[in-house]
């Protein structure tokens, strides 16, 4: 045993304290800010088990037990509401692995370090734009009259409503997704193609590999538990399809197919003031989700060997 590792076994709990309290104080904000917004609303949970009416306190409701989720369950949308959460959710899932991963190679086999940099920084650009802004590009880019529809228009082919045809919508929303967001979660890749032993595509080199052959045998063998990682840590927003993406792009033309559960919460609590069924849908959206990500983090330590505590 090393002499650091050893002071380190020896250090009390006091000096040890007093080393790592700024560390401690960085965290503070943000636990602040968690407890805040995400514990404290907690309370609201109990809507779903009451008739509630903003006009008497939370907790002097009507209790209704079960029958806001029983209402919920019944209605003949909320099944297809859920298969449009899944579907898109599922086909981003897979997009955003896929896409990220090839883009990933791709840039590893640039040697002009000027131009790598300068595509790098063009990829990531859209990650820090909001959807908010994002959407009314889109709106304008996609419309009828738009440029990509000019563009299919001057090749002779027919125009194509990505925001109305109900077909066609979820979609858009999956390519649009990816196209903001693959360009950062390139990074997780790259890093771990940086990673890989110099020494293995020697040897591959030396048997005759070229850099075809090294990526398929050298760098996709060696990423691949960072990429099955990355896509078991997916699997928990499975019933989380984008609310900020298509609440700024969907319509009424495209309820049956981009409506999803999110949007569905919105319409349902805000506009249509049934707090106690919308907030019936969140909490089981938020269980069904929670199986799903402890069921996911038990996965990455079984086959990637990945533990969150």
Known sequence: MSTAVAKKKKMSFGKRLKREFPFHLMLLPGLILTFVFKYIPMGGLCIAFQDYSPVYGLFDQYWVGLDNFRYVFSMSTFPRVIYNTMFIAILKIIAGIIVPVSFALLLNEVRQTTYKRTLQTIVYLPHFISWVALAGIFLD???????????????????????????????TMVVTDVW?????????YLAAITGVDPSLYEAAYLDGAGRVRQTIHVTIPTIMPIVMLMTILSIGNVLRAGFDQIFNLYSPLVYSTGDIIDTFVYRMGILSAQFGPATAVGLFQSLVSFVLIMGGYWLADKVAGYRVF
Request: hydrophobic residues 50%; charged residues 20%.
């Open 141 to 171: 880019v996609l419309s009828m009259d738009g440029v990509i529809n000019m563009a299919l228009t001057k090749l002779g082919m027919d125009p194509v409503y990505f925001l109305g045809d109900e077909k066609v919508f979820p979609y």
């Open 180 to 188: 903001k967001t693959f360009g950062w979660n390139t990074i997780v």
